[in-house]
């Protein structure tokens, strides 16, 4: 059955993919054009920018269904705030006990794709449940250098060039958003929920080792799908209204609840925005966001490959970055308007604990529909 949900997620992923960036293509830019009235709750202001999750509530008996699509793209390594190139990586420790003592396969490039479907229902005016499933893919190209030879000084060589990925529905989750305030101005709500992690955390592919083999080995934990954990979510959203402005807050976070033998930490983050409301149909957007995580627990004696992403001790984070973004409102389908959103965010500032790869820029488009 799983398997089969995500052949489904992937035929719609890449469906998707298309629709939404011919829909931001054409949508967004005949937004100008346009002389089609539309409704006054049909504004494209009064969604939080596409990258934000669960920055509204609605109203009694209405739906709304979402998908979301992102693709995050790293490059090069660093260990805490400083760059370093592949012949500092190969000199950084390996994990105790490992051999070689030093790593000896370096990251060059990740990409990860995820794809989030959603829908929303107002239970009343006070609640809005939430459910969510996540799909993710990561391809990443690495380099193997030759082991380190203790009796002859002599540089490391390049032994060549692979790459690994791997796929899995990520996680489902569900939640509720609580209305805590609203009026003409602004409004605040509290999200809660549980998300359950429903990857298997034993994905492998074929790896180019130090000794020029190829062999079939367990990936390492960042290029894992999921950990098979229960998290809480939890959200505080604020959004204040103010001519054609708006300007939103949220603080959130995922505690675990249950793990499995290895787990990655909790997180939490930040994020503020503002929107300006150019006309009706199109909002502009920037965003500033910090997110830390606290890193990997456990670990699992089946990933033990020369590489910096198979210790466990070099997860974890600070980040900060900046999004620009736009939101439009569109009628491509019968009934009420569409809603599509995309969000560029650049890293101003990431510091890792132990050797990471560094992030470049992160991508989300998004169509949403209510009725």
């Known amino acids: 059955m799983k398997s089969f949900?995500?052949?489904?997620?992937?035929?719609?992923?890449?469906?998707?993919?298309?629709?939404?960036?011919?829909?931001?293509?054409?949508?967004?830019?005949?937004?100008?054009?346009?002389?089609?009235?539309?409704?006054?709750?049909?504004?494209?202001?009064?969604?939080?920018?596409?990258?934000?999750?669960?920055?509204?509530?609605?109203?009694?008996?209405?739906?709304?269904?979402?998908?979301?699509?992102?693709?995050?793209?790293?490059?090069?390594?660093?260990?805490?705030?400083d760059k370093l190139s592949d012949s500092e990586v190969i000199m950084q420790p390996n994990a105790a006990g490992r051999m070689p003592a030093v790593l000896s396969v370096v990251p060059q490039d990740m990409d990860m794709d995820m794809l989030m479907l959603g829908a929303m229902y107002a239970h009343s005016n006070r609640l809005t449940l939430m459910a969510m499933v996540m799909a993710s893919s990561k391809?990443?190209?690495?380099?193997?250098?030759?082991?380190?030879n203790m009796m002859n000084p002599a540089p490391r060589t390049v032994v060549g060039g692979f790459s690994t990925s791997s796929d899995d529905i990520q996680s489902i989750s569900l939640s509720g958003l609580f209305r805590l305030q609203q009026n003409a101005s602004r409004r605040t709500h509290l999200t809660l929920?549980?998300?359950?992690?429903?990857?298997?955390?034993?994905?492998?592919?074929?790896?180019?080792?130090?000794?020029?083999?190829?062999?079939?080995?367990?990936?390492?934990?960042?290029?894992?799908?999921?950990?098979?954990?229960?998290?809480?979510?939890?959200?505080?959203?604020?959004?204040?209204?103010?001519?054609?402005?708006?300007?939103?807050?949220?603080?959130?976070?995922?505690?675990?609840?249950?793990?499995?033998?290895?787990?990655?930490g909790d997180s939490q983050q930040a994020t503020a925005w503002a929107q300006r409301e150019m006309n009706r149909r199109l909002s502009l957007s920037g965003r500033l966001t910090y997110e830390r995580a606290s890193g990997l627990e456990g670990m699992d004696a089946m990933i033990m490959a020369p590489v910096q992403t198979a210790i466990p001790a070099n997860y974890g984070y600070k980040k900060w970055r900046i999004g620009l973004g736009a939101n439009g409102v569109v009628s491509l389908f019968p009934g009420q308007s569409e809603r599509l959103g995309i969000e560029l965010e650049l890293p101003i500032d990431t510091n890792t604990r132990g050797v990471q790869m560094t992030p470049e820029w992160q991508l989300t488009l998004g169509i949403q529909k209510a009725f």
């Open 5 to 81: 949900l995500y052949r489904v997620s992937v035929c719609l992923r890449r469906y998707l993919s298309l629709s939404l960036i011919l829909s931001l293509s054409f949508g967004l830019a005949g937004t100008l054009l346009s002389t089609q009235v539309i409704a006054d709750s049909d504004r494209a202001i009064d969604h939080g920018p596409i990258g934000v999750m669960g920055d509204h509530f609605h109203k009694a008996g209405e739906w709304m269904v979402s998908a979301r699509l992102m693709r995050m793209h790293m490059s090069g390594n660093q260990l805490g705030g």
């Open 139 to 148: 391809d990443m190209a690495l380099t193997s250098y030759t082991p380190p």
């Open 193 to 264: 929920g549980l998300e359950q992690s429903i990857a298997d955390a034993d994905a492998s592919d074929t790896v180019l080792t130090p000794m020029g083999m190829n062999m079939t080995m367990r990936l390492p934990y960042g290029m894992q799908i999921g950990d098979e954990s229960l998290r809480l979510n939890a959200a505080l959203t604020h959004v204040y209204r103010r001519d054609d402005w708006a300007f939103g807050g949220q603080i959130s976070g995922k505690f675990k609840l249950a793990e499995e033998e290895w787990h990655f």
